[in-house]
């Protein structure tokens, strides 16, 4: 709900402090007051287009501030937690306009840009006039109006999720099949390459053990040279004969030694042991150096084969079995993608069936809440002296989408016998306020979170027909709250806030000033829209009668 409008140096208003209150807030006064500025400067507080130049003459700025109250449901909670701005009960925007052009907003005291400002602002007020854009004249959002008026949230919920997974089923077939071309392409490199790996069946780490196997064998022959060498000083012909020589020596002198050869004799066995341990270690290694001259050969070859293919195909000798596997899976996925794209097939039929079941109901639906909705309009049209309009609901097959398969159009035709069309086509400017206002009467589900503002809608009507547009208004304003600008009398009189809007000149400079009324100065109000700029007593006994109801 829109709580208070604060105005500063915008066009003829100086400054101007404005409390509206729930229900139907009536905005009156004489033609070229000052009345349409006022939805000038909340327009521009809300980021809509309009005027270009708002700055006061002699100011070097204008200033508008809006104050809406927001409770814990309503939809601009979402948008400013999107946007990053603090969130509370209270919701305050402010838009100053420079006298160079610029223009910055704040929403809560943080700056905003023009789309977030306006994702806030279609949230929070809704306009309705003789140019009215805010939907019902605009055919691509008569789908929208009809199913807020049939209320079949669960069928659309139904819809959305059924082309949802249509889409979905879709979007995999497409890349399957991409996938599976891919894939014929390069089926010959595939099959050689996938063979070659087979072939070779290179492990992890063999690379590195094949190069060390090559590096030993290239050596081998002379290190077995030096090997062998070592191996017949350390024997029985070398250090070992002459060792045990020495040791039998030592034992046959020992008994007359008085035990001073014991210690090196002991030394001597721990030598020999230690000798025999690096001779058997030594002769192992010559055994292992003892190699064929083919196996060098063998050992080269798929030590080369598993480079080079490792290089083929850009990767490192230990990835080969990872990337053989990955060409395998490309393979089995070919051998099967004939079935696996009829499997996706099948899916997607599936899921079409599932979505034409749920456009169907909706569509079914659709109809039967368009006849609905036209009874309830000729029920509205007929105390708004359009008796013999005829208003219908058109609905044709349309392409495909979320919300169903429909195309949903509203129609008038305001004399039996004449072409319907659209309503902005068809209908003149006093029908046009009237068709609207019922649409709106009608259409009220979902509105107790917006602020209505109707601009002169009963231009054009006097009368009972006023008298019905007012208490329509009325209607509306039980549930939401609803700003009407209006010359009638019918309209003024219904109103729970009254404002009168008033323009005076002084010292050459003109200004529009905005007064809240009291009862009695309604009465005086109402009766100068009856009369005229003479208040006659019979004018006010009208009025008092128009406001008791």
Not at 396 to 410: C, K
Not at 418 to 427: M, S, V
Not at 466 to 486: I, S
Not at 490 to 516: I, L, P, W
Request: aromatic letters at 4%; one cysteine or more; charged letters at 30%.
């Amino acid at each position: 709900m829109l709580r208070s409008l604060d105005i500063r140096d915008i066009l003829i208003i100086e400054r101007l402090e404005l409390d509206f209150g729930p229900g139907l807030n009536v905005l009156t006064g004489e033609t070229g007051a000052g009345k349409s500025i006022l939805l000038d400067c909340l327009g521009f507080v809300l980021g809509w287009r309009g005027r270009a130049e708002l700055v006061r003459l002699g100011a070097d700025q204008g200033e508008v501030t809006a104050v809406f109250e927001l409770p814990g449901s309503h939809p601009a909670r979402a948008v400013l937690d999107e946007a990053g701005i603090p969130v509370s009960d209270e919701l305050i925007l402010r838009r100053v306009n420079a006298r160079d052009g610029r223009k910055t907003a704040w929403i809560n005291d943080r700056r905003a840009s023009g789309d977030v400002l306006r994702q806030v602002s279609a949230s929070l007020v809704e306009l309705h006039g003789q140019q009215d854009d805010g939907g019902l004249l605009n055919e691509r959002g008569h789908r929208a109006l009809l199913d807020l008026f049939a209320g079949h949230d669960d069928l659309l919920a139904a819809s959305r999720s059924a082309w949802k997974a249509r889409a979905a089923a879709a979007r995999k077939l497409e890349a399957a099949r991409v996938a599976l071309a891919a894939v014929k392409d390069e089926e010959d490199f595939l099959r050689h390459a996938v063979g070659e790996l087979d072939k070779l069946d290179p492990k992890p780490g063999e690379e590195a053990e094949l190069d060390s196997q090559r590096r030993l064998m290239q050596g081998a022959a002379k290190i077995r040279e030096d090997v062998a060498r070592a191996f017949s000083a350390l024997g029985p012909e070398g250090a070992e004969g002459a060792m045990r020589d020495a040791d039998r020596w030592l034992q046959g002198a020992a008994d007359r030694a008085e035990g001073r050869l014991d210690a090196p004799l002991e030394a001597l066995e721990r030598a020999l042991l230690e000798l025999g341990e690096a001779a058997q270690g030594v002769e192992e290694a010559l055994e292992a150096l003892d190699f064929d001259p083919h196996a060098l050969e063998a050992c080269e070859e798929r030590l080369f084969a598993i480079r080079a293919l490792a290089r083929k195909h850009g990767v490192l000798a230990d990835e080969l079995g990872t990337f053989a596997d990955g060409l395998r899976e490309k393979l089995a996925a070919l051998d099967a993608g004939e079935e696996g794209i009829g499997a996706l097939e099948a899916a997607l039929s599936q899921a079409g069936a599932e979505y034409d079941k749920a456009a169907a109901a909706l569509s079914k639906a659709r109809s039967e809440a368009a006849g609905k909705l036209d009874a309830a309009m000729a029920g509205e049209l007929a105390p708004l002296k359009m008796e013999r309009a005829v208003f219908e609901t058109r609905i044709s097959d349309g392409e495909p989408g979320a919300e169903g398969s429909d195309t949903v159009r509203f129609t008038v035709a305001t004399n039996p016998g004449a072409p319907a069309g659209p309503l902005n086509k068809i209908a003149s400017g006093g029908e046009l306020s009237r068709f609207l206002l019922a649409l709106k009467v009608v259409l009220a589900r979902g509105a107790d979170t917006l602020t209505l503002i109707f601009d002169e809608i009963d231009r054009g009507v006097g009368g009972a027909t006023a008298d019905a547009v007012g208490r329509r208004l009325a209607r509306l304003a039980e549930g939401a709250q609803v700003l009407v600008v209006t010359h009638s009398p019918q309209v003024a009189a219904r109103g729970a806030t009254h404002f009168r809007v008033a323009k005076s000149v002084s010292d050459g400079m003109t200004t529009s000033e905005v007064r809240a009324l009291a009862e009695a100065e309604r009465t005086d109000e109402i009766a100068r829209m009856i009369s005229g700029a003479e208040v006659t007593e019979a004018a006010r006994a009208a009025a008092q009668d128009l406001l008791k109801g």
